[in-house]
């Protein structure tokens, strides 16, 4: 808890026949040190003033502004040292505090009463709270002058006048309506649902061996694990065994029925009404992460809340969760209510409206299949998300209703990483899709003309020296070719010698124009955790391998290969910002949150940079993309035959570090006046031109056909 410090205005009050001002310091009755004389005199030592009442209640007070409860525990008499110790002392003020969301504390010492060795001071206190209006009060301390010094006689009303012993302060939480989570079409991707919690009273129980035969039926729960958790409690007790859907519930209900002492209680859960579908995006629910509780708890969360953990659930938490509102009550040990010392209504959550379709969505998952990898789909215009696709999947129901324990341990334990985002949080090597930039980075930095510069490739390549011989895709060499079909046929040769050529121009040319085309930092979108890739320059090999950077990583980074990383995301939206003139937006996931009153936060169209290329040059880049599809040498010529509308793009083949590499295709559709930017990366598949371009024409194709189905 984050304690202001204040200074306390002092006020002392005297009252009452021969009382002494008490300035900071008390007369002590000790007999004064004697020292023999010896043949050189030392001088007789002053003993060091001990603090007044004054002094100790306003120390106090500061510890307690500063949550110094160690000090606070010193300043107090030996005696209630003794009843309670640093650690109790602590705990009290900290679940007071944290029950009250108490987020500053202000206290103010106003008068003092002085009897020989009793004092009595009086004190204001301010609780300023996440959930409540400021609550105030006044208090007394009582301090005894014991073994030499003034301490206080602490009892639990110092923290609130309502406490005493066996009283304690609880928050009785009022938890408000989850908002919904909706894609464009106002089709619900998460509501509030309703789950049953199956158990049994075993006083109750008639025939145990048939009614937990039938609840390790119904809920796979092991009949040993059943009998020992029916053990461990009082036979009057309901046991609750595990959660089931409340279709289940209906589907046994005849034999759930007719077994006495099973018993069913519904109670609120989240639910998702498409599956899988989405479930990166949408995200999950869980219990409060350890390391924040008491932030949670400090907001009116309650020990066993579930809370958003991933994806739109996690970023939009404290919107869809709302206001928790409730009673702050001092309770007696039976539990009963004795007094209410505030309350705050609640207020339900807020509603978030997505960019995606989820038809839409569904079916470009369904393209992806159960392959490893991702798709992006974007509006190059806006940056809004029309799909996000990754592989493997999961269901977010598995881990927010938490009722499927095997299911959700395999989750956890899959080597493929199911709850890997791969569409925004996996990074790859680009491949030759990097080439995009490396071609721009030369047309500007080095002023190189794309028709007259020219190459030559045999296949190979020994500009770093005959001991580092590289090797071209095409094994038998491009022959002569200009730095315009370098791009569209893809040559590595020509891309080599470009990436040398930067290099030796300053190191930092290429890592710079990496990151101005957006890659190697988040791209901000809203609503999914996201990786930033590397872009390596010679800070950061530096600082990994205190080496700087070579010629030869440079060359590597040249052809999208070596410590280049990227995410699918990323490189949709560099493919946007070619396609729609050199805007490098800002992709857009959220499109509005919407109040329970009706009012609304809506997420715009934001534009973060523009690409640093001429007019005639991003023309250049332009036709060498569409000619990769269309051109008599494209390299996805192939891919793209027969199709009836125009597609600009690059292929990729990227080191995974297994034998088989990533396969890429991105680009944008059509490609003189796109409408949608599309970004396919498969790992461990292949060839980009083989695998990853016949699904980015198939994905483009699913894209035409649900764009002329709006409405």
């Given at each position: ?30 007999t004064?040190?004697?020292v023999?004389?010896t ?15 004054d002094g ?12 110094d ?8 008499t ?25 987020n ?11 009897n020989g ?6 004190f ?7 959930l ?16 030499n ?20 302060l609880a ?14 079409n106002?089709?619900?991707?998460a ?10 009273i075993?006083q109750?129980?008639?025939?145990e ?14 009949p ?20 089931i ?34 479930a ?24 066993g809340?579930?809370v958003?953990?991933a ?10 969760a709302?206001q ?15 007094s209410e ?5 609640t ?24 392959r490893?990898?991702?798709?992006v ?14 592989y ?7 881990l ?38 490396t ?20 296949g ?18 491009h ?23 930067l ?7 290429l890592p710079?124009?990496a ?16 990786s ?9 090999k ?45 992709p ?37 993309l569409?000619?990769?599809v ?5 390299t ?14 690059k292929?990729?083949?990227?080191e ?11 680009g944008?559709?059509?490609?003189d006046?796109?409408r ?7 790992e461990?598949?292949g ?15 699913a894209?035409?056909?649900w ?5």
């Open positions: 808890m984050s304690m202001v410090d204040i200074k306390i205005p002092r006020r002392v009050f005297l009252q009452g026949l021969g009382l002494g001002l008490l300035v900071g310091g008390c007369t002590s009755n000790r004064p040190l004697t023999e004389p043949a050189t005199a030392l001088p007789t030592p002053t003993p060091t003033p001990l603090p007044g009442a100790v209640a306003q120390a106090y007070l500061a510890a307690l502004q500063a949550g409860y160690a000090l606070m525990h010193n300043l107090l030996p005696d209630a040292q003794r009843r309670i110790k640093a650690q109790q002392l602590q705990a009290f003020y900290t679940h007071a505090l944290t029950e009250a969301t108490v500053r504390l202000d206290t103010q010492l106003q008068s003092l009463l002085h060795p009793q004092a009595s001071a009086t204001h206190t301010t609780w300023q709270t996440r409540f209006d400021a609550i105030e009060f006044d208090n007394q301390m009582n301090l005894s002058f014991v073994e010094r003034w301490g206080i006689d602490w009892q639990p009303a110092l923290v609130l006048p309502q406490l005493g012993e066996g009283i304690s928050f009785l939480s009022e938890k408000p309506a989850r908002g919904n989570i909706y894609d464009k106002y089709h619900a991707l509501t509030q649902g309703q789950m049953i919690t199956i158990g049994v075993p109750f129980l008639e025939d061996e048939a009614a937990i035969k039938l609840l390790t039926q119904i809920t796979r729960v092991k040993e694990n059943i009998q020992a958790a029916m053990a461990a409690a009082n036979p009057n007790w309901f046991v609750p065994i595990a959660d859907t409340f279709e289940t519930s209906l589907e046994y209900d005849n034999l759930l029925t007719r077994l006495t002492g099973i018993d069913r209680r519904a109670h609120e859960v989240r639910a998702y009404n498409d599956g899988e579908t989405a990166h995006i949408i995200g999950y629910m869980g219990a409060i992460p350890a390391e924040h509780k008491e932030t949670y708890l400090a907001e009116g969360y309650q020990l809340d579930l958003g953990l994806g739109v659930e996690g970023w939009a938490e404290r919107s869809l709302g928790r509102g409730g009673r702050l009550v001092t309770l007696a040990p039976t539990q009963n209510v004795l010392i505030a309350s705050a209504p207020r339900a959550g807020s509603s978030v409206y997505l960019t995606i379709d989820t038809l839409f969505q569904a079916t470009v998952e369904h393209l992806l299949g159960q490893l990898g991702a798709i789909v974007m509006d190059p215009h806006t940056g809004a998300i029309y799909a996000l696709a990754s493997p999947r999961f269901k977010p129901a598995v927010s209703a938490g009722f499927d324990v095997e299911a959700w341990t395999k989750l956890y334990t899959d080597e493929t990483r199911p709850l890997v985002n791969r569409a925004t949080q996996g990074v790859y090597p680009p491949g030759s899709i990097f080439k995009i930039v071609m721009s980075a030369g047309l500007e930095a080095l002023g190189l003309d794309p028709k007259t510069t020219t190459y030559t490739c045999t190979k390549w020994d500009g770093l020296g005959k001991e580092f011989v590289k090797n071209c895709w095409l094994e038998r060499g022959g002569t070719i200009n730095l315009l079909d370098g791009l569209t046929q893809s040559c590595d040769v020509v891309f080599y010698n470009l990436g040398l050529a290099h030796r121009q300053d190191p930092q040319l710079d124009w990151r101005a085309f957006g890659l190697g930092n988040p791209t901000g979108i809203a609503g999914v955790a996201e930033g890739g590397v872009v390596p320059d010679n800070a950061w530096q600082n990994k391998f205190n080496q700087p950077l070579f010629d030869g990583d440079t060359v590597n980074v040249a052809i999208g290969q070596g410590f280049m990383l990227t995410t699918p995301l990323q490189i949709a939206r560099l493919l946007a910002a070619i396609g729609n003139g050199g805007r490098l937006l800002k857009r996931l959220i499109d509005r949150l919407v109040n329970p009153d009706g009012s609304e936060q809506v997420f715009e169209p934001e534009e973060i940079g523009t690409l640093l290329l001429s007019p005639e040059n991003l023309n250049i880049i332009q036709s060498s569409e000619a990769v269309s051109g008599a040498r494209g996805a010529r192939q891919a793209f035959e027969g199709i009836t509308y125009t597609v600009a793009g292929t990729g083949t990227s995974s570090g297994q034998e088989e590499p990533h396969a890429w295709f991105a944008y559709a059509p490609a006046n796109p949608v930017a599309i970004a396919v990366v498969l461990h598949a060839e980009g031109s083989k695998e990853a371009a016949p699904l980015f024409r198939q994905v483009g194709e894209f035409f056909e764009e002329a189905n709006q409405t």
